[in-house]
């Protein structure tokens, strides 16, 4: 197992700053290559209503032999399910699927502002936290203008805000206003790209350098951005090489190529 560092959120809690990305990893190979991957030293799960497959997941948390504690469990609000009272409802429907008595990290999946209820929602989501059904809270692609709604008018600060974040959209504005507000950025589809990144002669100059495949290079370079990484993958290989990311680092000039780069 790589031991894989974590980082602190508002709420006390911690989140490791690589987790596994879920989406369609369902049915019978889906539980079994989620409980491959918690035993192989994934410990931040991240899963989604939408996705589908929270009950797979819970199935993984339970076969994979590894105490409840030691995981951080995620799931999301939908987009159809916004509003107080539908967002309870929502979470009850999460949490019996997952069969398990709280969730680690819930996030709102999108702001949906033409609905203009994810206030209402946030607040649902913390009234879930306050009654310990929920460890963490925060959202997913809200822009800098929505949280500071959100904190406006409730006065709560999500602990998290899961935004695509990759080479070539870097989220940096974001990231500082996140990095102000004492908010985690989590990067989904850090990968994006990957056939043209796997070729690019920077990535493989880098990879080369370092004696590590070109995911680890792009992988490393979101976590030396002070992100935390969700890659996804079915590949009981590639899961392994997605978590093993701390045995080297790079460079301010490799930071900067790569940062340069437009796949």
């Known amino acids: 197992m790589t031991d894989v560092p974590a980082l602190p959120l508002r ?8 987790g596994l990305g879920t989406y369609s990893l369902t049915g019978r190979s ?5 409980t491959e ?6 410990r931040l799960i991240d899963s989604a209503k939408g996705y589908g ?6 199935e993984a948390v339970r076969a994979a032999g590894v105490p409840r504690e030691e995981l951080v469990v995620t799931t999301k609000l939908p987009n159809d399910e916004h509003g107080y009272d539908a967002a309870l409802k929502s ?3 999460s949490i019996t699927a997952l069969g398990l008595e709280t969730v680690d990290l819930y996030l709102i999946h999108w702001p949906m502002p033409q609905l203009d209820k994810y206030v209402e929602t946030w607040k649902a989501l913390i009234s879930l936290r306050d009654e310990g059904r929920v460890r963490s809270i925060g959202v997913s692609n809200f822009s800098v203008e929505q949280i500071e709604r959100l904190e406006a008018e409730t006065g709560e600060t999500p602990s998290v805000n899961q935004v695509e974040l990759r080479i070539g959209h ?5 990231r500082a206003f996140h990095e102000a507000h004492g908010i985690v950025t989590e990067s989904y589809s850090p990968l994006k790209h990957g056939s043209a990144l796997a070729k690019d002669e920077t990535v493989r100059r880098i990879a080369e350098a370092h004696g590590v495949q070109w995911n680890q290079v792009v992988l490393r370079w979101n976590l030396q951005l002070g992100t935390v990484v969700i890659p996804r993958s079915k590949d009981a290989g ?8 701390f045995g080297f680092e ?3 000039d490799e930071m900067q190529a790569l940062s340069a780069l437009r796949p």
């Open 238 to 245: 590639r899961q392994a090489a997605n978590l093993d990311l």
């Open 53 to 58: 497959n929270e009950r797979e997941v819970g």
């Open 170 to 174: 870097e989220q940096a504005e974001l």
């Open 11 to 18: 709420s006390g809690a911690e989140i490791p700053v690589v």
């Open 91 to 93: 979470f009850d429907t």
């Open 37 to 42: 991957a918690i035993q192989a030293g994934y």
């Open 30 to 34: 889906g539980t079994r290559s989620l």
């Open 250 to 252: 790079l460079d301010g």
